[in-house]
């Protein structure tokens, strides 16, 4: 292991020659390619290795570094390891726009040539020496993980004795570290802690059969069948394991290993499975929205066109073929043969009843819906046709080619006017508007034109990017434009000619093709990585990348109307996407602004949300699954901080900052008066299942019993702060309750008093802002703004260890009914799943803002959020049943489950025809 690893662009390396040098007197380690690489070795596995085993990661910033794919690969695999990144800058010249975002996020050390060598050299050190036994440590742990996951997780290589001691000790005293635990860090610590309990269970099982032998064999017999037992679910678990490092490379092929190990463990268990292999599923269908492959090219597919009814799919490629496709995937009879080089554009009309193909050559053809020949071959342009768009109503086409012309024609394949000049260099993309006034065309000269509908420049050139621009887009109405560069980048602009400032930068390498939403906001574009990646037009992106291809993408379409995109190769298939990705999940709009409580309805027919606006606000969920605005109900005169529902649904309750507990029916009607003890701020309330009792607490420090009458039948002072949360269990056996005083409180009513059951002082690091208690009382979740959450049973002793990932407070926690599965929302705004066991149930559910607020409904099948912008958030298809189904219905018209042959030889056929049966193929 070293101690420091430099990244740096070769232009720097006199520069990093001297820096080297200084930390080698200094005796620190350094690992740099120039003698840590060995001849004929896999250089980019040994750089990996060379970051893994280093405690700090040194970035050399330059006008050089930044824009080195190399480099930022670098960083992606720092950030990937959560390595300590240290940026140095060393020259200026570089467009900030361009550094990696994970730079961003660290204060930079200044080495220019005009600064003083020794004090930024000493600032340097210090920053090494910070945390350091904390660091190494963390070092030799993902070294250590990453050994035992690149071993298929061999058991053999996890962590036993004084090292699982000291890594656990070192997990739980992680809080607020930089950098902090990495997920296979996790992982790894974990699955020890597991794999020592699993063994010493095997171990007394085994001793004990053996000591029996003699006066049972068939205790020994059984013995034997749960060892097997247990090494079959060993490799289960390996198996879902792999499945989830299969993502990073080929998501399809980890949904259909997720899908074979479900079936598997189905197979050998009953009941449910265990958690990891629950979370490969989850996961595999986050990061695998692939929905069907298309093969039938003998080369690179180099362009796509769809009519906007998503019936036909147009594609053409490097075997000089145009193809067609139905709405399903299916070959529309056969290719359409006439193109004498490779078919790099096509355009189809809004019906699909027209469509046209360009090629090498310079030739447009002109085909009918059905695939037949019409008119003349078009001579378009000398050197050949590089790009075509149409309108909707197919009575104008672009064209652009390599003499560096844009060219207008009518329905009938007539030029209008005169071609448009302007561009220095040949062209790569044009679009037009749905109304034909807005034409873009993009250049190997870096430049993007305007033109109007009689093909006359609208403003000055678009120079922005920095090299050739192989993609361009318009929203619907074309006032709204991006476009894609050799560069790397993705860039954004209006119809005057103006770039609206962001950059999206997300891509390994250069960015081939790109398309827009309708109405311009956001979009995805495809690489010569091979990724697809989603954003917006403000620049961020929009989740995870889309993989799959093993070629640069060159074609993208979208088909709005189905929420797919369909993109085309290099690699020589089409594949479709749904969108949006992860998780089924619909939005709810809250009149009343953001939303600080949220309950549900024992059977999941109704919400209830309270929020800013001194309003309840009641939603119904519809025959569809749906859940739509029923009334807002008004009384409150402050801020509704908490809402509770009674089994049956005929007692709602809410707490306000006006300082008053009240009762209302089903419909949302008032019953009886305010209850008006507290002083200040009721922001926790909790109601029996029965409906007939209500706890109270708030910023008085008190809770308080009430009865469904309104009396109040007793009242606690225990507390030392502001009451945040309060639950009750189904049976109504356990209460808790916690606050700013960090202490949880656990209680049992008795009559009409509640009596206390457990007390725990400093329960977490910061105060407790939410609570919940599973169905039969026996199971307690607290979340804190110490950014954990964390299991406690009756007598009030913790579960396991805390469940740390989110990074901001949690201010909602939710359990299943039967309390095997946790829901956790933070000021991070992420909504997270974990197991009963503190394992993370795939990747953390995305928010547009702080999620206050989550609840599940009764049957453990639907998760609702509600958060800081208004939005009540609905996940109706929880629980890896669902997620089984989920991911059949996703592969319905894939080859993988369809017609895995297509696909697949020998043992991932194998794989595929499991996953089959699993779906009931």
């Not at 490799?235 to 399809?252: F, G, I, N």
């Not at 899908?259 to 189905?266: C, E, S």
């Not at 430049?447 to 420049?457: A, E, Y």
């Not at 560069?487 to 398309?515: I, M, P, S």
């Amino acid at each position: 292991m070293a101690d420091v690893f430099i990244s740096y662009s070769r232009k720097d390396s006199g520069f990093v020659k001297v820096l080297h040098q200084a930390l080698e007197e200094s005796k620190y380690d350094v690992w740099i390619d120039w003698q840590d690489i060995p001849p004929s070795a896999d250089w980019w596995a040994e750089i990996e290795r060379g970051i893994e085993a280093a405690d700090a990661f040194v970035f050399i910033i330059s006008p050089d570094s930044v824009l080195s794919r190399v480099c930022n690969r670098e960083i992606d695999h720092a950030v990937t390891n959560n390595k300590r990144i240290v940026p140095i800058v060393w020259r200026d010249g570089f467009d900030t726009t361009d550094i990696h975002l994970a730079l961003s996020k660290h204060n930079w050390l200044s080495f220019r040539q005009n600064d003083d060598f020794e004090a930024a050299f000493q600032r340097l050190v210090a920053t090494f020496n910070l945390d350091l036994e904390y660091v190494r440590d963390h070092t030799r742990l993902t070294v250590r993980a990453l050994e035992w996951r690149n071993h298929g997780n061999d058991p053999s290589f996890l962590l036993r004795g004084k090292d699982l001691a000291h890594a656990e000790t070192w997990l739980e005293q992680a809080t607020d570290q930089n950098p902090p635990p990495s997920p296979v860090q996790r992982q790894y610590i974990h699955s020890s802690r597991r794999a020592l309990r699993r063994q010493r269970l095997t171990v007394s099982g085994l001793a004990l059969g053996l000591a029996m032998t003699a006066t049972s064999t068939v205790i020994a017999l059984n013995q034997y069948r749960q060892a097997e037992q247990l090494r079959s679910q060993t490799q289960l678990l390996e198996q879902a394991s792999r499945a989830t490092k299969w993502l990073d490379t080929q998501p399809v092929d980890g949904l259909i290993l997720a899908l074979q190990t479900v079936g598997a463990y189905q197979a050998e268990e009953a009941g449910d499975p265990p958690a990891a292999v629950q979370s490969s599923l989850m996961e595999a269908l986050q990061r695998s929205p692939e929905v069907d492959r298309m093969i039938g090219h003998s080369g690179a597919v180099r362009s796509l066109a769809l009519s906007a009814d998503g019936q036909v799919l147009v594609s053409g490629g490097d075997d000089f073929t145009v193809r067609l496709w139905d709405a399903q995937g299916n070959p529309m009879g056969d290719p359409l043969q006439g193109h004498a080089k490779a078919v790099v554009a096509v355009a189809a009309s809004a019906n699909g009843d027209s469509i046209v193909s360009g090629d090498a050559d310079g030739q447009l053809r002109r085909w009918s819906g059905t695939g037949q020949s019409q008119g003349e071959v078009i001579a378009a342009h000398t050197g050949g046709v590089r790009a075509l768009a149409m309108t909707p109503d197919s009575q104008r086409l672009v064209s652009g080619g390599v003499d560096r012309l844009v060219r207008l024609w009518d329905r009938d394949g007539s030029p209008i006017g005169e071609p448009l000049v302007g561009h220095q260099g040949e062209l790569f993309a044009v679009a037009i508007s749905d109304d034909a006034q807005t034409i873009a065309s993009g250049s190997s000269d870096g430049t993007v034109r305007l033109w109007d509908s009689q093909g006359r420049p609208i403003g000055a050139p678009l120079r922005g990017h920095r090299d050739w621009v192989y993609g361009v887009a318009l929203s619907a109405d074309g006032q709204r434009g991006a476009s894609a560069s050799r560069d790397g980048t993705v860039r954004f602009w209006n119809r005057e000619g103006q770039f609206l400032g962001a950059t999206f930068a997300g891509h390994q390498g250069e960015v081939r093709t790109l398309t827009l939403s309708e109405d311009g906001e956001q979009g995805f574009s495809g690489g010569s990585d091979g990724n697809i990646w989603p954003w917006l037009t403000t620049g961020q992106p929009l989740g995870w990348p889309l993989i799959g291809h093993e070629l640069e993408v060159y074609a993208l379409v979208l088909d709005q109307a189905e929420r797919t995109l369909v993109s085309g190769s290099l690699d020589g298939t089409i594949r479709r996407w749904q969108l949006p990705t992860g998780l089924p999940r619909f939005k709810l709009s809250s009149p009343g602004g953001w939303v600080r409580s949220l309950a549900a309805t024992a059977d999941g027919r109704h919400l209830i949300s309270g929020g800013g606006d001194r309003q309840l606000t009641l939603w119904q969920r519809n025959d569809q699954g749906r859940y739509q605005l029923l009334r807002q109900v008004p009384g409150h005169g402050g801020e509704v901080f908490a809402v509770a529902a009674s089994a049956d649904g005929a007692t709602l309750v809410s707490g306000s900052s006006d300082g008053t507990v009240r009762l209302w029916d089903a419909q949302g009607n008032p019953l009886g008066m305010p209850l008006t003890a507290h002083e200040g701020t009721v922001r926790a309330v909790a109601i029996s299942a029965d409906g007939t009792w209500i706890v109270s607490g708030g910023d008085d420090q008190t809770l308080r019993l009430w009865s469904r009458d309104g009396e109040l039948l007793d009242t606690l002072g225990e507390h030392q702060g502001p009451i945040y949360a309060i639950a009750i269990s189904a049976d109504g056996e356990t209460i808790a309750s916690g606050g700013t005083d960090k202490s949880l409180y656990l209680w049992h009513r008795q009559q009409e008093r509640l009596t206390p059951l457990a007390e725990v002082a400093t329960a977490h690091g910061g105060r407790i802002t939410t609570l919940a208690v599973s169905e039969d009382g026996h199971t307690v979740a607290s979340g804190s703004a110490d950014r954990t959450v964390k299991l406690w049973n009756r007598q009030g002793e913790p579960l396991g260890l805390p469940l740390r990932g989110h990074r901001g407070w949690v201010l909602g926690v939710t359990l299943s009914r039967d309390g095997q599965m946790v829901a956790s929302g933070s000021a991070d705004r992420t909504v997270r799943l974990w197991s009963r066991e503190g394992i993370p149930l795939g990747q953390p559910l995305g928010s547009d803002d702080a999620v206050w607020t989550v609840a599940f409904t009764a049957d453990g099948q639907t998760l609702v959020s509600g958060t800081k912008d208004g939005m009540v958030q609905v996940w109706p298809q929880m629980g890896w049943r669902n997620w089984q189904t989920l991911a059949c219905q996703r592969l319905a018209y894939h080859p993988a489950l369809v017609s895995p042959a297509q696909i697949y030889q020998e043992a991932q056929l194998e794989m595929a025809n499991a996953a089959r049966l699993t779906c009931g193929l």
